[in-house]
Nanobody, 125 residues
Framework: QVQVVESGGGLVQPGGSLTLSCTVS????????IGWFRQAPGKGREGVSC????????YYVDSVKGRFTISGDNDKKTVYLQMNNLRPEDTAVYYC??????????????????WGQGTQVTVSS
């Protein structure tokens, strides 16, 4: 079964850190791109970061540059999103998405065909 599963969300205070994980099954990361997207209440789904194992491309939306880091472990079939210095405006449901033949990766949601169920990240004091 081809799927991606997110984990690692939770409640954190402003300035805190969280690491999200995206674990894939039914395919490998070798030729795949993984994108992280987020959707806040009342807003559209926004591309946050992406990583392509094939050409090692990685991108970040401007609002998270310098705070978020994406990385991958092909052996564990997992892509991580390390989030530091979190802000209340980072509060959203975070989704992992995959495409098995995309490179370079992209922050455009219609480039991905496998989506997870999402994990909630809440930044609040």
């Amino acid at each position: 079964q081809v799927q991606v599963v997110e984990s690692g969300g939770g409640l954190v205070q402003p300035g805190g850190s969280l690491t999200l994980s995206c674990t894939v099954s039914g395919f490998t990361l070798d030729d795949s791109a993984i994108g992280w997207f987020r959707q806040a209440p009342g807003k559209g789904r926004e591309g946050v970061s992406c990583l392509s194992s094939r050409d090692r491309s990685r991108y970040y939306v401007d609002s998270v540059k310098g705070r978020f880091t994406i990385s991958g472990d092909n052996d564990k079939k997992t892509v991580y999103l390390q989030m530091n210095n979190l802000r209340p405006e980072d509060t959203a449901v975070y989704y992992c998405a995959a495409d098995r033949a995309l490179y370079p990766c992209a922050l455009t949601r219609n480039r991905y065909d496998i989506w997870g169920q999402g994990t909630q990240v809440t930044v609040s004091s």
